[in-house]
């Protein structure tokens, strides 16, 4: 691939990429390492080889943070990697009330299972519909939105006794 397709791809995907590995593997350090890892292998191509450059790359990615994810012993080691290191994935803003929200809600989204998790990150994060992400994670675009309805159902329910909450100090 050429110096400038390459550029032009890293300043279109990196910053998702790199939030879609945190996503993944729990640790910024890995996740950068995955995301250098995917640029070197993307160097390495010759063209792009799918219709949806976007759902390509996350295709790419995706495969690549699950290799790495078995490349791990257990599941235990990957669930200790420290949540703290990704560093909070909603920006802290001074009203309280926003911290809490946000605290909840990266909870909440932790407490996903890593398929219905991941398939939000996809949708919500990098505004992706349900067929890229079916290309993606090479699952039938009615398992992804499936997966998703899963989470936003999920979601809604852990965080409803918060937003009763916030609602009645208004």
Known sequence: ??????ERLYDAHASGLFRYF??????????RDLLQELFI?????????????KAWIYRMGHNLAVDWLRRRKTRA???LRSADE?????????????????????????????DQRTVTEL????????????????????????RYRYAVDKLRSLLRPLYQELKQET
């Open 86 to 114: 990704v560093g909070t994935m909603f920006s802290a803003a001074e009203d309280p009330d926003a911290k809490v929200l946000a605290s909840q809600l990266e909870q909440a989204l932790a407490s996903l299972p890593e």
């Open 22 to 31: 945190a996503a993944i593997v729990k640790c910024e350090a890995d996740a």
């Open 123 to 146: 949708k919500l994060w990098q505004g992706m519909t349900f067929e890229e992400i079916a290309e993606t994670q090479r699952i039938p675009a009615n398992t992804a939105a499936s």
């Open 77 to 79: 080691d990957y669930e």
């Open 1 to 6: 691939m050429k110096d400038e397709e390459l």
């Open 41 to 53: 292998k993307l160097a390495r191509e010759k063209a792009l080889l799918a219709e949806s450059e």
